[in-house]
């Protein structure tokens, strides 16, 4: 089985930085894909910036050029840098997975951390 671990959320104020981390655990897997979420009070989820196996990375236009994502394949880990936040990036922020194991290729969530930038 293979999970995901947001943290780095938090508060801050407008204009400010936070880094998230979204590590993977488990037993004999390759991590693909990996995209960054998101969840507004009374909204739907949607995608921030996602990266590929590769390096490769596209991201919303509404973060494109404050945040950057980046892997760190060695720790199984993704991160995304957010900065000059603003109060509508409030919301909770989630990671998704594309993973092979041994036996299948699984889409695995975390559980999601909350930030919130107050203006």
């Known amino acids: 089985q293979v999970q995901l671990v947001e943290s780095g959320g938090g508060l801050v104020q407008a204009g400010g930085s936070l880094r998230l981390s979204c590590a993977a655990s488990g037993s004999s897997f390759r991590l693909n894909a990996v995209g960054w979420y998101r969840q507004a009070p009374g909204k739907q989820r949607e995608l921030v910036a996602a990266i590929t196996s590769g390096g490769s990375t596209n991201y919303a236009g509404s973060v494109k050029g404050r945040f950057t994502i980046s892997r760190d394949n060695a720790k199984n880990t993704v991160y995304l840098q957010m900065n000059s936040l603003k109060p509508e990036d409030t919301a909770v922020y989630y990671c998704?997975?594309?993973?092979?194991?041994?036996?299948?290729?699984?889409?695995?969530w975390g559980q999601g951390t909350l930030v919130t930038v107050s203006s």
């Open positions: 998704n997975a594309s993973v092979v194991t041994r036996h299948q290729d699984l889409e695995v």
